[in-house]
């Protein structure tokens, strides 16, 4: 069992982004991916939820596009714009737009081929088990607990549907 954290931990203020490390990620599967993330679920407390500040520098992207059997995910734009990719649309976001992710549904992906930085609050689940599909890469991503294991996308069916 985890600590207990104080109630005053439990607060994350906009003054403490300062004191907070940004974490660089360039996704393994996609060349193209920069994010730089805030974690404030995990300085929060929250174990069951992920929930992040994002920031996608100009002319990159997030992640690779992807899509979850069991998490749903979602994000909502707080500054600058980019486009969503969902299944085989793009669309344009912009501050106030909210984006959600169902588990089991479209591969969905973040570009940001604008001149200033994309931000975004997002957010998903934190199941302890979990498939994760990378059309464009051909592989699949099976994670239990913190373990993953990636395996090759065979000819045939896709995962999801």
């Known amino acids: 069992m985890t600590q207990q954290k104080k109630p005053r931990d439990l607060v994350v203020r906009d003054a403490d982004h300062a004191g907070m490390l940004e974490e660089s990620f360039h996704h393994p599967f996609n060349p193209n991916s920069e994010l730089h993330r805030f974690d404030l679920g995990g300085r929060a407390g929250l174990s069951h939820l992920g929930i992040s500040v994002i920031r996608v520098p100009s002319q990159r992207e997030s992640f690779a596009k992807h899509s979850h059997a069991a998490e749903e995910e979602w994000l909502f734009v707080l500054r600058g714009r980019g486009l969503v990719e969902i299944g085989d649309e793009s669309y344009e976001i ?68």
């Open 94 to 161: 912009a501050p106030g737009d909210f984006v959600g992710f169902p588990a089991g549904a479209h591969a969905h992906h973040v570009r940001n081929p604008k001149k200033e930085d994309l931000v975004y609050l997002c957010g998903g689940e934190r199941t302890a088990v979990d498939v994760i599909e990378y059309p464009a890469a051909g592989r699949r991503v099976v994670r239990v607990a913190r373990e993953m294991t990636v395996y090759p996308v065979q000819a045939g069916e896709p995962l999801f549907r």
